[in-house]
């Protein structure tokens, strides 16, 4: 079965079906995201060897524009997951491709960081190469620190898309001891001490479950480090914000939660270490 045969049964029996609920309600789209593993998608990107469907970035695109029609919390949450699964191809290990590639894990991406006051020439060079926006993502102010085989994360990550839902993170912070540059991070969602407030940033399609994650500090095995220490700035030059930037651009205009109107927000989220990976 071609992978628009199966994307477009998905969209008839599952993604469809729920998307009115997931709009108007603002319920996290689970049954959307199961039914897209089933079917083979979320592991489209991720080689063939791995048990994905060895596709690209056009491909996804695709996918992810017409999911949006239908959709579009769910479309975010793939364009999330595509670009995670995308530091994976460079630097994952081979059990999460495989698990990608079986539809059992959602990835998606903690980079973005605000801040105030000065960032050095680093940051100037960076925000001459992009939009602000994306500079937020080029220059991590989140610290990372050592301690034997054990690394503490700390930051707070905005406009986390399946904030509290997906199963791990891609997670920037600065370098452990390399100079400049950025290191990224496998963060698990069940990972200790790693929440999500009640509420959400009031960015993102309603559903889609974009919200601020919290590490103060989180504690993962050092082996969890993606690529080199400070060589992650590279990979999210050249592989992250292409995907990202193709795959928003393929969700389009859509709605923002009602949050950012002043609503009132929905029931509180539990924080990551109470959820159970899917």
């Excluded at 239908?70 to 530091?87: D, E, F, G, I, N």
């Excluded at 610290?143 to 997906?166: I, N, T, Y």
């Excluded at 992250?240 to 950012?260: D, K, R």
Aim: proline share 8%; glycine share 10%; aromatic share 4%.
């Amino acid at each position: 079965m071609s992978y628009r045969t199966a994307l477009a049964h998905v969209l008839s029996s599952a993604i469809a079906p729920s998307a009115e609920k997931t709009g108007t309600e603002g319920r996290f789209p689970r049954s959307s995201v199961t039914a897209l593993g089933r079917a083979g998608l979320l592991g489209l990107t991720v080689s063939a060897e791995f048990g994905g469907g060895g596709l690209g970035l056009p491909d996804a695109a695709e996918v992810v524009a017409q999911v949006a029609r239908a959709c579009p919390a769910t479309a975010a949450v793939l364009a999330s997951h595509y670009a995670s699964a995308a530091v994976n191809e460079a630097y994952g290990s081979p059990w999460i491709r495989r698990e990608i590639a079986a539809g059992r894990h959602l990835g998606s991406l903690a980079l973005a960081e605000d801040g105030s006051g000065e960032q050095g020439a680093q940051a100037e060079l960076l925000a001459a190469r992009s939009t602000a926006a994306q500079a937020d993502l080029l220059v991590p102010r989140g610290s990372a620190a050592r301690s034997g085989d054990v690394v503490a994360l700390r930051a707070r990550k905005h406009q986390v898309v399946a904030a509290g839902e997906a199963d791990s993170y891609v997670w920037s912070s600065r370098p452990l001891t390399a100079p400049d540059g950025l290191t990224l991070w496998m963060v698990p969602a069940h990972a200790p001490d790693l929440f999500v407030p009640a509420r959400p940033d009031g960015t993102g399609p309603y559903g889609s479950a974009t919200s601020t994650v919290f590490a103060d500090p989180v504690l993962i095995p050092a082996d969890a480090m993606l690529g080199p220490d400070g060589g992650g700035l590279d990979l999210v030059l050249r592989t992250v914000l292409p995907w990202l930037l193709e795959l928003q651009a393929a969700v389009g205009t859509v709605a923002i939660h009602p949050a950012a109107a002043g609503a009132s927000p929905g029931p509180a989220r539990r924080p990551t270490d109470s959820l159970a990976a899917s």
